[in-house]
């Protein structure tokens, strides 16, 4: 499934008209900038939108910094969540994921956990070690793991399909992609055939957006035309990848 990032009205709604014109399920994730932008209104609104649409979506929690934030999501509806643990040493990572895990359980919701580091406005690439996966997966309680085998937010990458081939035979367990909006369409459907199931989308959308408002002020448009080619340019970047990641009729 596509993971789409998402902070205001326009986003949501290009990204559940792609799905439903798709019938494909989604995820529509905030981060916790999302968060401090648009706050108990943004969530409010994804949790009206989501409940309206005719395929089913789930709100998740992107790159959760702690219990308490992981919290405060599921409290309002979201009913998956992930916490980062990925700067922490794996020792820790395990324990503090299984802390909040049990918790997320007892929602009940599903919690997605981390080992590695996906670059970017994160700052460093750290490849994910196939030794340590099949221990966290073991001892961590999450439900999926994102693994960074390439992938780098706001940037193209190939991923390496070696190091992701190992990770997904050791485990089988359900694996997260990040930095899904520059990797190669090659690698998005090899990585889709291993066992990822779910790809972070955001970068790819913002400037979608960022391009329709752009296209709007150069042809002199008013500000509600302005927000439905914003929308649109959305929706058709959000179609793209639901299709390349084989989720199209798959929604019901």
Do not use: W
Request: with cysteine; hydrophobic share 40%; proline share 3%.
């Amino acid at each position: 499934m596509p993971a789409f990032n998402v902070c205001n009205l326009e986003m949501a709604q290009g990204c559940l008209d792609a799905a439903e014109d798709e019938r494909a399920p989604v995820i529509l994730q905030t981060y916790p900038g999302d968060l401090d932008h648009g706050g108990e209104a943004l969530i409010s609104l994804l949790g009206t939108l989501a409940s309206r649409a005719r395929v089913p979506v789930i709100l998740h929690l992107d790159h959760g910094q702690n219990l308490e934030m992981v919290v405060s999501c599921l409290r309002r509806g979201y009913s998956s969540a992930m916490f980062d643990g990925s700067g922490l040493a794996l020792e820790k990572n395990v324990a503090e994921t299984r802390r909040v895990a049990n918790i997320a359980h007892a929602f009940p919701a599903s919690l997605e956990g981390e080992i590695g580091l996906f670059g970017g406005d994160h700052g460093l690439v750290v490849y994910t070690d196939p030794d340590e996966v099949e221990r966290f997966v073991s001892e961590s309680g999450a439900d999926t793991l994102a693994v960074s085998v390439g992938s780098e937010h706001h940037q193209k990458s190939r991923l390496d399909l070696e190091r992701l081939k190992d990770i997904a035979s050791c485990t089988g367990h359900a694996l997260v992609l990040h930095g899904g909006s520059g990797i190669h369409p090659d690698d998005v459907r090899e990585a889709v055939s291993m066992g990822v199931v779910k790809i972070n989308i955001g970068h790819a959308i913002s400037l979608a957006m960022s391009n329709g408002a752009r296209d709007a002020l150069g042809a002199g448009a008013d500000h509600y035309a302005m927000l439905k080619l914003m929308r649109a340019q959305v929706r058709e970047t959000a179609a793209e990848k639901i299709q390349l990641m084989g989720a199209a009729g798959r929604g019901g």
